[in-house]
């Protein structure tokens, strides 16, 4: 429906369903002139009317005094394929709705509000076209707001702390919502769910949201080095706004509306973009017995990579990550890193001799960028570094910004020297930046200390994977994570897209000993649970070899999908996921719980009709336990199942269960 506005109160001026009829907006202006949207989901509303505008800083806002110029609608249904993935084939079918709006008098600026509406979500984002008005935008803050319609149980984390993103999920009703990092995950109280977000960050701030009253939460942007949060000029848009909506929580993971959002691949042939596993020169620094810095305890030796690398090849794992190998690791590097050099071995790392050795193996390095938060020295040796990575077939580097929130370290042309932040829109550029230099040497990235996910990764499949959440360093050091936290991570943090959490420490062990809250088979399930294309087995080749049978499941699991399906889960409490391997016609599943003990059932539907499967089935043993000294009991069993069978899968406390779907013919 389209309309034209009047002299009314909340005057409907536009509307549109999706393809569906399941999810509608609406579009009003009031008598003031402010512009509104609502959002319902099969008749039931889930935004009330929610405010759209923009505070500048060196010109009025724009809020009151707008005026409804016109509106278009069009639909697009088709699909695309994922170079990796969760799934290989994605459909993008939507409608769209654009209504253009303009000043009432002077300056008389334009822009359209551009809704896609699917029948899983809506997406909507601000387009400025060039114009005299407003040569230049210095965006103070955006007054996009999220008016929820119910009350609801809300999964968030805070935003604008120190430690970037690395903290737990609070549970809380949505009224209690602080300033929140995106995604927010909202239980409404129909048992409706919701996941706000963003799509598509490029060139802009990052969203965080704020409660402001009720059940609203509004947006605000991260700050940049300069009074505006985001400065952009000639024609621009903002990143996609986003709400995915479903019965469930198995529905918020199973949608593409992220993905879809994104432009399309821009990098061309990717072929070179290997999904796979990897060991690493990794954990023993983690805990605290090697070192980065060169000295007696120093990690990234020849003899320790080669032993890694010996390891990789006789278990048919693919790469080795070596951290600590370069120039700049002696004393404070943390916030400070100036001196890292990314093409200059340390004196006891022969980098030629071991990228020769594991070319011989089979095997290929991974190398590793931290950058201490140095960004721009970063980018001044970017083509040295990628260069550097490519004569050494490194096909992925790994990159990291550890330093405080707020304090990256931005240096301008003239040499002045600005602190960012690491979801601000220059660091929003400074990672497309990272992307394409590294595509230029066939180099895939996986940053830690990132920039939150939007989906880019179809825009840029060269950006594989990337931290962003408490992944398993945090269970080597005190504070460890909960047992509830990978049931968080799904249904939060995931949606993201692809995260290098750093599964598979079958010792469960960190510092001094000391118990990660997990059972052995839950370290298992997290390869299926936790997706990324490149997976660490994060242990050490000796605590591997004190647990064979477990392993041999870290071994078989692959790491590139042809078909994902949840088939059950509630935040933060348990979920279970099947995955097809996208190179045969193997199936896995992975569940978990939190700490209470669960016995789930699953139908195994999702196996091809009339064929008989082996399933290797790695569980928790009946009196597995994380409190106690049985969290390592484990049953390791196998049975035949087809696609009309049910499983009961027994979890214990802090546990979880990993199974292989074998199909006829396959011998391994």
Do not use: C
């Not at 009720?214 to 940049?224: E, K």
């Not at 201490?372 to 580097?397: C, I, L, M, P, T």
Request: charged share 25%; glycine share 10%.
């Amino acid at each position: 429906m389209l309309g034209t506005p009047a002299l009314a109160e909340d005057v409907a001026v536009a509307a549109a369903q999706s393809p569906g009829g399941v999810v509608a907006v609406a579009l009003y202006i009031d008598g003031d002139g402010r512009v509104s949207y609502t959002v319902s989901r099969r008749g039931t509303a889930i935004l009330d009317k929610s405010r759209l505008g923009f505070l500048f800083t060196d010109q009025a806002k724009i809020e009151r005094d707008q005026m409804f110029v016109a509106a278009t609608m069009r639909d697009e249904d088709g699909s695309w394929e994922q170079p990796w993935g969760e799934w290989r084939t994605i459909r993008n079918h939507f409608r769209e709705l654009r209504a253009r709006f303009q000043d009432k008098g002077a300056p008389g600026r334009r822009y359209d509000v551009v809704f896609r509406l699917y029948d899983d979500g809506v997406g909507f984002r601000y387009e400025f076209p060039e114009q005299a008005a407003l040569k230049t935008a210095n965006i103070a803050d955006e007054l996009t707001e999220f008016a929820f319609a119910q009350d609801g149980t809300a999964w968030w984390k805070p935003a604008f702390l120190w430690n970037r993103e690395e903290y737990l999920y609070n549970k809380t009703p949505l009224a209690a919502v602080g300033t929140a990092d995106t995604p927010v995950t909202i239980r409404l109280a129909d048992g409706t769910h919701v996941a706000l977000h963003e799509a598509a960050l490029v060139d802009y701030s990052g969203m965080a949201v704020a409660r402001t009253d009720g059940n609203t939460l509004r947006a605000t942007l991260t700050p940049g080095a300069g009074r505006p949060k985001v400065v952009r000029s000639g024609a621009w848009h903002t990143p996609w706004r986003t709400l995915i909506i479903a019965d469930d929580a198995a529905g918020l993971y199973m949608s593409h509306l992220m993905l879809n959002l994104n432009e399309p691949n821009k990098l061309g042939d990717v072929r070179w973009v290997k999904p796979g596993k990897f060991v690493g020169v990794w954990w023993n620094m983690i805990k605290g017995d090697w070192t980065w810095a060169r000295g007696p305890r120093h990690g990234a030796t020849t003899a320790n990579v080669k032993r890694y690398i010996d390891f990789a090849a006789a278990n048919g794992i693919g790469q080795v990550l070596v951290e600590g190998w370069n120039i700049g690791w002696d004393g404070q590097w943390f916030g400070n890193g100036n001196d890292m050099n990314f093409a200059q071995p340390t004196e006891d790392f022969d980098a030629k001799a071991l990228a020769a050795y594991a070319r011989s193996k089979g095997v290929a390095l991974i190398g590793h960028h931290e950058t201490g938060g140095a960004a721009s020295h970063y980018e001044a040796q970017f083509d040295a570094a990628f260069k550097f990575a490519a004569d050494h077939g490194e096909r992925v580097v790994k990159t990291g910004y550890v330093t405080d929130a707020g304090q990256i370290e931005r240096v301008e042309p003239d040499g002045t020297r600005l602190r960012e932040w690491h979801e601000g829109q220059w660091m929003a550029n400074h990672h497309v930046r990272v992307l394409e230099a590294a595509a230029r040497y066939h180099v895939a990235i996986d940053s830690h200390e990132p920039i939150k996910g939007t989906g880019l990764q179809r825009t840029y499949p060269n950006w594989v994977a990337r931290e962003g959440s408490r992944g398993m360093e945090y269970n080597a050091w005190g504070g460890k994570n909960p047992p509830e936290h990978e049931a968080n991570l799904v249904f939060t943090r995931m949606l993201e897209g692809p995260m290098d959490f750093t599964p598979g420490v079958l010792s469960l062990t960190g510092q001094n000993d000391s118990a990660i809250q997990s059972t052995i088979a839950k370290q298992l399930a997290l390869y299926v649970v936790l997706y990324s294309p490149v997976v660490m087995a994060a242990d050490t080749p000796e605590n591997y070899a004190r647990y064979p049978g477990p392993f041999r499941f870290i071994r078989d699991v692959v790491t590139d999908w042809a078909d994902t399906r949840v088939l059950n889960g509630a935040v933060g409490d348990y979920v279970t996921i099947a995955r097809q391997d996208r190179h045969s016609a193997d199936w896995y599943l992975g569940a978990v719980t939190d700490e209470e003990a669960r016995t789930l059932s699953v139908k195994l539907d999702f196996l091809t009709p009339g064929v008989t499967y082996t399933a290797q089935i790695y569980r928790d043993a009946p009196d597995a336990d994380y409190r106690t000294d049985k969290r390592h009991a484990i049953i390791i069993e196998s049975r035949k199942v087809t696609a009309v069978d049910t499983l009961s899968l027994a979890l214990a406390p802090g546990g979880g269960q990993a199974i292989r779907f074998v199909a006829p013919g396959k011998r391994k």
